[in-house]
């Protein structure tokens, strides 16, 4: 909705829009809000405050400490912390001066509250605003003269001191893939590929589509020719400006690519640097910021000025896809069935790399450009940007911040307590109480071996249920000592008041939009929903949220842990046997032959236990139970291994076959086919074990085939083992695991998953193989390992099976 008085000059507007990004600049001697994003019909805007003063909270008692700490205003407040007392407010001059205000109350005892909380996010969250908002006031158009370099002049509209809202928005980002090549050092720029869809990010409302974009822009000193969708500069510094050129002519609102923070900006940084380019990408004056990731295997975080950085590999692991591998190659391979334009064995690609642009400058562009179309593509094909614009309206972070459970539950939960006018305390503040150890779910002990007709089933999102049933919130938490008759008392004797509940009714809201989501087939939606409820638990049990009581935590699993035995206890008063039961599900033997009638019987127990347990759970706690168990599937066959090496059963770990699937194919849980560490050896044996236990076919003759053909040398491309450096090499003093064995011996910087083979030199990377495969090593450790248990059902022994004759004796 867009509507403006006047002239394109100064107009009365109002309008929908979408939050992109949220920060702020020091103007004069206060700071100013920035708001960037898009309105509905595909424009942008920037919205500036002045008006609000960074703050933060103390007990009332302390305020003349908050003036001599450097506070430049203390003021009485009408909120109160979560015990009821009184607070000040404390307001700082800008918000760099928060800290050290915060700091020094803090070495004189003094408890502070959202002292931690940034400047641009207090103001979306005292007006509970998550990603779509309205707003109203007066604008003037940004795009005043072509190339100005005055502020706001990359926006259609620049809104300054409106009023903002929450609204739901729905808006179509233009979204741009950008790739770099690098020599192997990455110490010098060679090309920038370019990619957006044809009517990529098309506005709503009749806007022009993006134009498609395919190209490379090239350093090439020789000035050759350039094939088609190739264009070539002189040196890193022109290729820099033209690069920043075509950003601000495409416009995009979300750069996108693999691996694009930790890499491809960062060395653009470096070499901009060097060439002194001031590499200006956003859509108003400002450099490009990057914060390096925290810890070795951790990502970073890139800011631009008006648009968005949304790294593909990180959007896919914030979905929770799974992906044996996240290089490009690897995840395009299996989302899109086509990989890294390279022919042959390239195991150095770097020096491939190098040559393709020396002496094949077409197949190097074509190279370059198919990075970036594959990021692109495997972006949108996942439909992993509509999810971060999805959860970020769910949670209020910006699209690039998704993934921050802490940070997302902390917005929501805040926001919260700001209509209650609570304050919560500063995160590692003296108020943030750290209680006992924190339990886990329960697990019962398998029933060894293979299993006809199990039922498997489970509680519908266990512990958010959990919370919506017994009111589990930090707000209404009672400690063990003080809950009354009048509390709701959970198994480990802690209470939470009965009165509305923030959490319990943030879940209340989020259910039923799930339902919702799930009966209209919006797949993103649902996830979405999903992924946040999940999360709810975990940061709860966090101590680096501000909310962390591990009580509340140990509350969610005991109930958890109860309700699981309960269960398991309802089936076998029916006479029927439990073989395995893991936080919510429950294996239950259906002893029965006729699979059509287990599977018609499964959803009528489901159905009686939930209304037994409803009203048990009404019975002894007086509240409306939410727990409902569901029958999730049926085994034709279900197979619970031993422990490796020791007589119990394995838990978390098992394989099977479901009725009704005509490929019968084995589902594999915890075991070594669904793990990265083993080999693609291992992974195919394991399959196909399974495949034959299941069917009552025969294994031996088969594994016997594998193991001579593992020695004849004819399964080397299934001897590849990969392993993620969970810090840098340099670190790994104590010990030397094999793959950090094998990344020392690369000639180039190491990747962060190594892959090696084991030699008979020992490991070694698998780009730079010296020696021959260690082959009995796979046999050993790889094969080996994986039978056992099957032949261990089936009564045989691995030795005599594949014909070891150093185990036999005979050599």
Same mark, same amino acid.
């Given at each position: 909705?867009?509507?403006c008085?006047?002239?394109r000059?100064?107009?009365?507007?109002?309008?929908m829009?979408?939050?992109?990004?949220? %920060?702020y600049?020091?103007?004069?001697?206060?700071?100013?809000?920035?708001l960037?994003?898009?309105l509905?019909?595909?424009? @942008?805007?920037?919205?500036?405050?002045?008006?609000p003063?960074?703050?933060f909270?103390?007990?009332?008692?302390?305020?003349?400490?908050?003036?001599?700490?450097?506070?430049?205003?203390?003021?009485? %407040?009408?909120r109160?912390t979560?015990?009821g007392?009184?607070? %000040?407010?404390?307001?700082?001059?800008?918000?760099q001066?928060a800290?050290?205000?915060?700091?020094r109350?803090?070495?004189?005892?003094?408890?502070?509250?959202?002292?931690?909380?940034?400047?641009?996010?207090?103001?979306?969250?005292?007006?509970?605003?998550?990603?779509?908002c309205?707003?109203?006031?007066?604008?003037?158009?940004?795009r005043?003269?072509?190339?100005?370099?005055?502020?706001?002049?990359?926006?259609?509209?620049?809104?300054?001191?409106p009023?903002?809202?929450?609204?739901?928005?729905?808006?179509?980002?233009?979204?741009?893939?950008?790739?770099?090549?690098?020599?192997?050092?990455?110490?010098?720029?060679?090309?920038?590929?370019?990619?957006?869809?044809?009517?990529?990010?098309?506005?709503?409302?009749? @806007?022009?589509?993006?134009?498609?974009?395919?190209e490379?822009?090239?350093?090439?000193?020789?000035?050759?020719?350039?094939?088609?969708?190739?264009?070539?500069?002189?040196?890193?510094?022109?290729?820099?400006?033209?690069?920043?050129?075509?950003?601000?002519?495409?416009?995009p609102?979300?750069?996108?690519?693999w691996?694009?923070?930790?890499?491809?900006?960062?060395?653009?940084?470096?070499?901009?640097a060097?060439v002194?380019?001031?590499?200006?990408l956003?859509r108003?004056?400002?450099?490009?910021?990057?914060?390096?990731?925290?810890?070795?295997?951790g990502?970073?975080?890139?800011?631009?000025?008006?648009?968005?950085?949304?790294?593909?590999?990180?959007?896919?692991?914030?979905?929770?896809?799974?992906?044996?591998?996240?290089?490009?190659d690897?995840?395009?391979?299996?989302?899109l069935?086509?990989?890294?334009?390279?022919?042959?064995?390239?195991?150095?690609?770097?020096?491939?790399?190098?040559?393709?642009?020396?002496?094949?400058?077409?197949?190097?562009?074509?190279?370059?450009?198919?990075?970036?179309?594959?990021?692109?593509?495997?972006?949108?094909?996942?439909?992993?940007?509509?999810?971060a614009?999805?959860?970020?309206?769910?949670?209020?972070?910006?699209?690039?911040r998704?993934?921050?459970?802490?940070?997302?539950?902390?917005?929501?939960?805040?926001?919260?307590?700001?209509?209650?006018?609570?304050?919560?305390?500063?995160?590692?503040s003296?108020?943030?109480?750290v209680?006992?150890?924190?339990?886990?779910?329960?697990?019962f002990?398998?029933?060894?071996?293979v299993?006809?007709?199990?039922?498997?089933?489970d509680?519908?999102?266990?512990?958010?249920?959990?919370?919506?049933?017994f009111?589990?919130d930090?707000?209404?938490?009672?400690?063990?000592?003080?809950? @009354?008759?009048?509390d709701?008392?959970?198994?480990?004797?802690?209470?939470?008041?009965?009165?509305?509940?923030?959490?319990?009714g943030m879940?209340? @809201?989020?259910?039923?939009?799930?339902?919702?989501?799930?009966?209209?087939?919006?797949?993103?939606?649902?996830?979405?929903?999903?992924?946040?409820?999940?999360?709810?638990?975990g940061?709860?049990?966090?101590?680096?949220?501000?909310?962390?009581?591990?009580?509340?935590?140990?509350a969610i699993?005991?109930?958890?842990?109860?309700?699981?035995?309960w269960?398991?206890?309802?089936?076998?008063?029916?006479?029927?046997?439990?073989?395995y039961?893991?936080?919510?599900?429950?294996?239950?033997? %259906?002893?029965?032959?006729?699979?059509?009638?287990?599977?018609?019987?499964?959803?009528?127990?489901?159905?009686?236990?939930?209304?037994?347990?409803?009203?048990?759970v009404?019975g002894?706690?007086q509240?409306?139970?939410?727990?409902?168990?569901?029958?999730?599937k049926?085994?034709?066959?279900?197979?619970?291994?031993?422990v490796?090496?020791?007589?119990?059963?394995?838990?978390?770990?098992?394989a099977?076959?479901?009725?009704?699937?005509?490929?019968?194919?084995?589902?594999?849980?915890?075991?070594?086919?669904?793990?990265?560490?083993?080999?693609?050896l291992?992974?195919d044996?394991q399959?196909?074990?399974?495949?034959?236990?299941?069917?009552?076919?025969?294994?031996?003759?088969?594994?016997?085939?594998?193991?001579?053909?593992?020695?004849?040398?004819?399964?080397?491309?299934?001897?590849?083992?990969?392993?993620?450096?969970r810090?840098?090499?340099?670190?790994?003093?104590?010990?030397?695991?094999?793959?950090?064995?094998?990344?020392?011996?690369?000639?180039?910087?190491?990747?962060?998953?190594i892959?090696?083979v084991?030699?008979?030199?020992g490991?070694?990377?698998?780009?730079?193989?010296?020696?021959?495969?260690?082959?009995?090593?796979?046999?050993?450790?790889?094969?080996?390992?994986?039978a056992?248990?099957?032949?261990?059902?089936?009564?045989?022994?691995?030795?005599r099976?594949?014909?070891d004759?150093?185990?036999?004796?005979?050599?």
């Amino acid at each position: 909705m867009v509507s403006c008085t006047g002239e394109r000059t100064i107009a009365q507007m109002e309008a929908m829009g979408f939050i992109l990004q949220a %920060s702020y600049r020091v103007q004069g001697n206060g700071p100013v809000v920035h708001l960037y994003g898009c309105l509905e019909n595909g424009e @942008t805007f920037l919205v500036r405050d002045r008006r609000p003063r960074p703050h933060f909270y103390v007990p009332a008692a302390a305020a003349e400490l908050a003036r001599q700490a450097g506070a430049v205003a203390v003021q009485a %407040s009408d909120r109160q912390t979560f015990r009821g007392e009184a607070v %000040s407010r404390v307001e700082v001059a800008v918000p760099q001066d928060a800290p050290g205000v915060r700091d020094r109350l803090h070495a004189q005892g003094v408890v502070t509250y959202e002292a931690d909380v940034r400047f641009a996010v207090r103001y979306l969250i005292d007006r509970d605003i998550r990603g779509g908002c309205l707003i109203r006031g007066p604008a003037r158009p940004g795009r005043a003269s072509t190339g100005s370099a005055q502020a706001g002049s990359g926006f259609d509209w620049v809104f300054d001191e409106p009023e903002l809202s929450s609204a739901e928005v729905s808006v179509t980002p233009r979204v741009l893939a950008f790739d770099i090549e690098t020599d192997p050092s990455a110490t010098r720029l060679l090309a920038i590929s370019l990619y957006c869809a044809p009517g990529g990010g098309a506005g709503v409302a009749g @806007t022009a589509p993006l134009e498609p974009v395919d190209e490379v822009l090239i350093v090439d000193p020789a000035a050759r020719e350039m094939p088609d969708g190739a264009f070539g500069f002189p040196d890193e510094h022109s290729l820099l400006e033209a690069f920043c050129q075509r950003v601000t002519a495409i416009d995009p609102d979300v750069f996108t690519g693999w691996n694009v923070i930790d890499f491809d900006f960062s060395v653009l940084a470096r070499v901009a640097a060097r060439v002194r380019h001031p590499l200006q990408l956003g859509r108003e004056p400002g450099a490009l910021r990057i914060r390096p990731a925290r810890g070795y295997f951790g990502s970073g975080n890139a800011s631009i000025p008006g648009r968005l950085v949304l790294d593909g590999i990180d959007l896919t692991r914030g979905a929770f896809l799974r992906f044996a591998e996240f290089s490009l190659d690897a995840v395009a391979r299996e989302v899109l069935g086509e990989g890294k334009a390279l022919e042959g064995d390239v195991r150095d690609r770097a020096a491939e790399i190098i040559e393709r642009y020396e002496q094949d400058l077409p197949g190097f562009a074509n190279y370059a450009r198919t990075d970036a179309r594959l990021a692109l593509q495997i972006v949108e094909r996942l439909d992993l940007v509509n999810l971060a614009f999805t959860r970020s309206a769910l949670t209020g972070m910006t699209p690039d911040r998704v993934a921050a459970s802490i940070a997302s539950f902390d917005f929501l939960y805040l926001a919260a307590l700001n209509k209650r006018r609570i304050v919560a305390p500063t995160v590692h503040s003296d108020d943030s109480r750290v209680f006992a150890a924190q339990a886990g779910g329960h697990v019962f002990e398998p029933v060894i071996g293979v299993h006809d007709l199990v039922w498997v089933f489970d509680f519908k999102s266990l512990y958010p249920s959990i919370m919506r049933t017994f009111n589990i919130d930090p707000l209404g938490f009672v400690a063990a000592a003080d809950v @009354t008759p009048a509390d709701i008392r959970c198994v480990n004797d802690v209470g939470f008041r009965r009165e509305p509940a923030i959490l319990p009714g943030m879940l209340d @809201t989020l259910f039923p939009r799930r339902e919702a989501a799930k009966r209209n087939d919006d797949g993103v939606a649902s996830q979405a929903i999903k992924i946040l409820m999940n999360s709810f638990y975990g940061v709860l049990g966090t101590p680096a949220c501000r909310f962390h009581n591990p009580e509340i935590a140990n509350a969610i699993t005991g109930q958890g842990r109860h309700f699981l035995q309960w269960s398991r206890d309802w089936f076998e008063r029916r006479g029927y046997v439990v073989l395995y039961g893991d936080t919510d599900s429950v294996f239950v033997s %259906s002893a029965m032959a006729d699979s059509a009638a287990a599977q018609a019987l499964g959803p009528e127990l489901a159905l009686e236990l939930t209304a037994e347990l409803s009203e048990y759970v009404s019975g002894r706690w007086q509240v409306h139970s939410r727990l409902e168990l569901e029958f999730e599937k049926l085994y034709q066959k279900l197979f619970l291994p031993s422990v490796r090496h020791g007589a119990g059963g394995a838990r978390k770990r098992y394989a099977g076959v479901r009725v009704g699937d005509a490929a019968q194919k084995v589902e594999f849980v915890g075991m070594e086919v669904v793990r990265r560490d083993w080999t693609d050896l291992a992974k195919d044996v394991q399959r196909e074990l399974y495949a034959r236990l299941f069917a009552g076919e025969p294994v031996d003759r088969y594994l016997a085939e594998v193991v001579a053909r593992v020695r004849a040398g004819a399964l080397d491309a299934q001897l590849v083992y990969r392993k993620g450096l969970r810090k840098s090499l340099e670190s790994y003093t104590a010990n030397t695991p094999p793959h950090v064995a094998a990344a020392r011996k690369l000639s180039q910087p190491a990747p962060r998953v190594i892959a090696y083979v084991m030699t008979t030199a020992g490991p070694e990377p698998l780009a730079e193989i010296v020696h021959e495969p260690d082959r009995e090593h796979y046999v050993e450790k790889q094969v080996k390992p994986v039978a056992e248990p099957v032949l261990a059902t089936l009564g045989l022994d691995f030795a005599r099976v594949v014909g070891d004759d150093r185990q036999l004796g005979l050599f």
